[in-house]
Every structure is written in structure tokens, then in C-alpha cells.
């Protein structure tokens, strides 16, 4: 089974109450975690961290769920392509 990122994904991401959460793919499934999980030694790959995440979100306006969407697919292929 493969698991695609997607908006819901980011949106818990953008949500999340935990210290500098980052958004990581860990044994094929894509999940939140705090900066204190992230280490070189847990074998998760980071995908982006909220303060990316929000970099690249319209800055002049509110973000929308279309604008979550587009940033969704993008990671998406980007990490499928990463995988071969």
C-alpha cells in the first residue's frame, strides 16, 4: 500500500502543539513529530518543518485549502521520486 501526503497531513502539521513539529516519513507512513524525535539515529526522513511549511505558503493572504492541496501533490512527487 502507498501512502501519499496530503493536505490533512499538512493541516495537522500547521496544528500541531508540539515544540518545532516537522512532518516526517517514517516506515511509509507520513507523520507529525516534535523537534526533540528528530535525530540521525530514528531513520525518519523530514519532509519540511512547519516553519518551512509556512514559508512557503501566500504570505500577502490566507492560505487556503487549494493552496494546502497544491503544496501537498508537490511534496508528494517530490518524496515519491526521492524512492526511485
Given at each position: 500500500?502507498?501512502?501519499?501526503l496530503t493536505?490533512?497531513?499538512?493541516?495537522?502539521l500547521l496544528?500541531?502543539?508540539?515544540?518545532d513539529?516537522?512532518?516526517?516519513?517514517?516506515?511509509?507512513r507520513?507523520r507529525?513529530?516534535?523537534?526533540?524525535?528528530?535525530?540521525d539515529g530514528?531513520r525518519?526522513?523530514?519532509?519540511?518543518?512547519?516553519?518551512?511549511?509556512?514559508?512557503?505558503?501566500?504570505q500577502?493572504?490566507?492560505?487556503?485549502d487549494?493552496?494546502?492541496?497544491?503544496?501537498?501533490?508537490?511534496?508528494?512527487?517530490?518524496v515519491?521520486?526521492?524512492?526511485?
Open positions: 500500500m502507498t501512502t501519499h493536505a490533512d497531513d499538512l493541516r495537522e496544528g500541531s502543539e508540539l515544540t513539529p516537522a512532518l516526517v516519513l517514517d516506515e511509509g507520513f507529525v513529530v516534535g523537534a526533540d524525535e528528530v535525530t530514528n525518519a526522513f523530514v519532509v519540511l518543518t512547519r516553519v518551512e511549511l509556512r514559508e512557503q505558503l501566500p500577502d493572504r490566507e492560505y487556503t487549494s493552496d494546502l492541496e497544491l503544496r501537498a501533490s508537490t511534496l508528494d512527487s517530490t515519491a521520486n526521492l524512492g526511485g
